[in-house]
């Protein structure tokens, strides 16, 4: 029903700036929360943001707050992550992901990877020293 592609990622040093962008396609799209997750090599997918499409309201995970910042352009069906001050240890394959929105649920709600039902195919961003 939505599928989901990334774009933007890239080579960067660290404390630069990266923008993504994720790009969605299919029937009733409003009805979808939109989140961010990133997986280093060795390691297990973890949350980064989540945007929702009801209410305008976000949630970050603690590594990246104040750094990233999520956004989303409802006409075009576009979710942002906008990544400043990166570190070496953001270096990860950062994945898009849709999930239905249910509105009675915090924004906290989705930080499990569960709560998604779509996902994109990734796309990396490195970050050197």
């Known amino acids: 029903q939505v599928q989901l592609v990334e774009s933007g990622g890239g080579l960067v040093q660290a404390g630069g700036s990266l923008s993504l962008s994720c790009a969605a396609s299919?029937?009733?799209?409003?009805?979808?929360?939109m989140g961010w997750f990133r997986q280093a090599p060795g390691k297990e997918r973890e949350f980064v943001a989540v945007?929702?499409?009801?209410?305008?309201?976000?949630y970050y995970a603690d590594s990246v707050k104040g750094r990233f910042t999520i956004s989303r352009d409802n006409a075009k069906k576009t979710v942002y992550l906008q990544m400043k001050s990166l570190k070496p240890e953001d270096t990860a394959v950062y994945y898009c992901?849709?999930?239905?929105?249910?509105?009675?649920?915090?924004?906290?709600?989705?930080?499990?990877?569960?709560?998604?039902?779509?996902w994109g195919p990734g796309t990396q961003v490195t970050v050197s020293s």
């Open positions: 945007i929702r499409w009801n209410g305008y309201s976000t």
């Open positions: 992901a849709a999930g239905q929105d249910t509105s009675y649920s915090g924004s906290y709600y989705y930080q499990s990877p569960s709560k998604y039902d779509y």
């Open positions: 299919g029937r009733t799209f409003s009805t979808y929360a």
